[in-house]
């Protein structure tokens, strides 16, 4: 199985921040990786696929990167709605898995 | 828009089976595009991808090893929706059980609302 390290597992930040959150996966994975945003007792919503597509909807300040097995979720401008738990998740094979989770919290 | 439902038991006893069941609306369960997955999430496992069905001229399904011996995914085209079951369950099996529409490769655009499923007497 494909294992995705998430880092780091919880952050504080205050509003306007520029928040990184980075993903490591254990082999390649090509460009299939994808980010999720999940509030409190919500189902996790995809803001990021393939690495770097943001999903239709989802706010310009988040974007992904890719660097070989390394991925990064950017949050140029933290804003109040965006406190929640980030994971990543690899759909390159089976089974998919998925990062540990980040938890943004308000500093 | 799609919308998936989901419906199904919120207590199981132990040893029994586990059942759940995924109506969709706003596309077919036999889509050439899509497929359909059953991923569960509790505090000690975190986000876990159970298996997945989907239609490509035949049907398919991938299942985690994890619970290879215990899970079946079927599709029911007649009602556009489809099912889990999770044989002999325990209380490891508790957690939030959630359907979604992911295609191979692609990201998880679409869940259900999920439903807490806790395995105890």
């Known amino acids: ?107 | 828009q799609v919308q998936l439902q989901q419906s199904g038991p919120g207590l199981v006893k132990p040893s029994q089976t586990l059942s759940l069941t995924c109506a969709i609306s706003g596309d077919s369960v036999s889509s050439n595009s899509a497929a359909w997955n059953w991923i569960r999430q509790s505090p000690s496992r975190g986000l876990e991808w159970l298996g997945r069905t989907y239609y490509r001229s035949k049907w398919y399904n991938d299942y985690a090893e994890s619970v290879k011996s215990r899970i079946t995914i079927n599709p029911d085209t007649s009602k556009n929706q489809f099912s889990l079951q999770l044989n002999y369950v325990t209380p490891e099996d508790t957690a939030v059980y959630y359907c979604v529409r992911a295609p191979p490769g692609g990201g998880a655009d679409s869940w259900g609302q999920g439903i807490l499923v806790t395995v105890s007497s």
């Open chain 1, 1 to 107: 199985d494909i294992q995705m390290t998430q880092s780091p597992s919880s952050l504080s930040a205050s509003v306007g921040d520029r928040v990184t959150i980075t993903c490591r996966a254990s082999q390649y994975i090509s460009s299939f990786l994808n980010w999720y945003q999940q509030k409190p007792g919500k189902a996790p919503k995809l803001l990021i696929s393939a690495a770097s597509s943001l999903r239709s909807g989802v706010p310009s300040r988040f974007s992904g990167s890719e660097s070989g097995t390394d991925f990064t979720l950017t949050i140029s401008s933290l804003q109040p709605e965006d406190f929640a738990t980030y994971f990543c998740q690899q759909g390159y094979s089976t089974p998919l898995t998925f990062g540990g989770g980040t938890k943004v919290e308000i500093e």
